[in-house]
């Protein structure tokens, strides 16, 4: 089985800026993309940033330039440095990755973590 684990959700002030972290552990034979979404209250799921194997990355249009996703490969980490949040950046993060695991190493599946939430305060 594989885990994502997120971490460093927050409530920050309008302005400020928080890092988010999320770890994949368990039986990982190949990490081929680890992404971050976000979902606000009453809006549905969407793709904040993600990075994919070779350290391609993409950005939704309403966080370029200040959010960065980063990636640890040894670590099978993924981060998201967010800087001058928004009160419309308040929603639950949620960590994903498509993870070809051990049993299955020919086989992609996309895993989800718990969510961390983060609320920007005015």
């Known amino acids: 089985q594989v885990q994502l684990v997120e971490s460093g959700g927050d409530l920050v002030q309008l302005g400020g800026s928080l890092r988010l972290s999320c770890a994949a552990s368990g039986s990982i034979f190949s990490i081929h993309a680890m992404g971050w979404y976000r979902q606000a209250p009453g809006k549905q799921r969407e793709l904040v940033a993600i990075?994919?194997?070779?350290?391609?990355?993409n950005y939704a249009d309403s966080v370029k330039g200040r959010f960065t996703i980063s990636r640890d490969n040894a670590q099978n980490t993924v981060y998201l440095q967010m800087n001058s949040l928004k009160s419309e950046d308040t929603a639950v993060y949620y960590c994903n990755a498509l993870i070809s695991n051990q049993l299955t190493p020919a086989a992609v599946q996309s895993y989800w973590g718990r969510g961390t939430q983060v609320t920007v305060s005015s």
């Open positions: 990075v994919i194997s070779g350290g391609v990355t």
